[in-house]
T-cell receptor, first 115, second 113 residues
């Protein structure tokens, strides 16, 4: 299994541009999450999904949108990028039950800079 | 979810045990203690979790006090690769929010040769 994969690894955006951060997991996990991590800080939850077609806001959802049309994919959309969205973005997934259901499995992250 | 308090940083000599403390004095009866770590520039990695009893796996041991108000993560023989930020998180097993995790500042463990 590849686990959780994220693309791109790095991206520089200009203020006002839009982009989609991609996240895919091949473990058939029901739960998926998007976090952001600012320098020297812990992770903050942006959005999460408990299954295909179901999404909900986390702690810091403003400026972002998500969709979950399949179990595998959970893209994060930034509209009108702002410097405050400069951060490292992590996607994670976890199973509903069974082995590992207490764990979240994280991707390698996307480093985004907005200038 | 209950809040946790961890020291911001700790040092440990290579080969010695690293003992990372965590206070969670407002923990509820059904809340578990989870530990994750984040090696520089990587995504967090699950280490261990427990409810009341002490737990051990191939990575670490988790000691929870009898009153459950604090816990200690033990890395028995720290190596340079254990240098990371360690997060202690308290959460019920199913929190009706997709089992989300709330990360605090963590403890930055530096293992020195």
């Amino acid at each position: 299994n590849a686990g959780v994969t994220q693309t791109p690894k790095f991206r520089i955006l200009k203020i006002g541009q839009s982009m989609t951060l991609q996240c895919t997991q091949d473990m058939n996990h029901n739960y998926m999450y998007w976090y952001r991590q600012d320098p020297g800080m812990g992770l903050k939850l942006i959005y999460y999904s408990v299954g295909a077609g179901i999404t909900d806001k986390g702690e810091v959802p403003n400026g972002y949108n998500v969709s979950r049309s399949t179990t595998e994919d959970f893209p994060l959309r930034l509209e009108l990028a702002a410097p405050s969205q400069t951060s490292v973005y992590f996607c994670a997934s976890s199973p509903l039950r069974g082995r590992g259901y207490n764990e979240q499995f994280f991707g390698p992250g996307t480093r985004l800079t907005v200038l | 979810d209950a809040k946790t308090t961890q020291p911001p940083s700790m040092d440990c000599a290579e080969g010695r045990a690293a003992n990372l403390p965590c206070n969670h004095s407002t923990i509820s009866g059904n809340e578990y203690v989870y530990w994750y770590r984040q090696i520089h520039s990587q995504g967090p990695q699950y280490i261990i979790h427990g409810l009341k009893n002490n737990e051990t796996n191939e990575m670490a041991s988790l000691i929870i006090t009898e009153d459950r108000k604090s816990s200690t993560l033990i890395l028995p023989h720290a190596t340079l690769r254990d240098t990371a930020v360690y997060y202690c998180i308290v959460r019920p097993p199913n929190n009706n929010a997709g089992n989300m995790l709330t990360f605090g500042g963590g403890t930055r463990l530096m293992v020195k040769p």
